[in-house]
């Protein structure tokens, strides 16, 4: 099994940076894809970004509100995924989760392990 805990949030104004992090414990194969994730009370959880492995070689995508601002990044040797956000905007305000691709996956769309979440907050 697969557990992941996230670390790094705060509130921050607007403009500012802050760097999330997802601890991995458990097996996690060189072809699973990881993934950030956020959601706000009342919508439906949001795809960040993710990251996908294959022969060490990582693959990224980012969701169009924030290409440009974030970034996903991994360290294999340490187990964790990790999340840059940059120039935060107050709608970037969410609870944050990390999250692992099911052990059949391949395609980064069946995320079936969550972190606790963390929280982001900015201010104007």
């Known amino acids: 099994q697969v557990q992941l805990v996230e670390s790094g949030g705060g509130s921050v104004q607007a403009g500012g940076s802050l760097r999330l992090s997802c601890a991995v414990t458990g097996n996690i194969y060189s072809t699973m894809c990881m993934g950030w994730f956020r959601q706000v009370p009342g919508k439906e959880r949001e795809k960040v970004a993710h990251?996908?492995?294959?022969?060490?070689?990582?693959?990224?995508t980012h969701a169009d509100p924030v290409k440009g601002r974030f970034f996903i990044s991994q360290d294999n040797a340490k187990n964790a995924i990790y999340l840059q956000m940059n120039s935060l905007k107050p709608e970037d305000t969410a609870m944050y989760s990390c999250?692992?691709?099911?052990?059949?996956?391949?395609?980064?769309?069946?995320?079936?392990?969550w972190g606790q979440g963390t929280q982001v907050t900015v201010s104007s």
């Open positions: 999250a692992a691709e099911v052990p059949s996956g391949g395609s980064c769309t069946d995320f079936g392990y």
């Open positions: 990251i996908y492995t294959v022969e060490n070689t990582a693959y990224t």
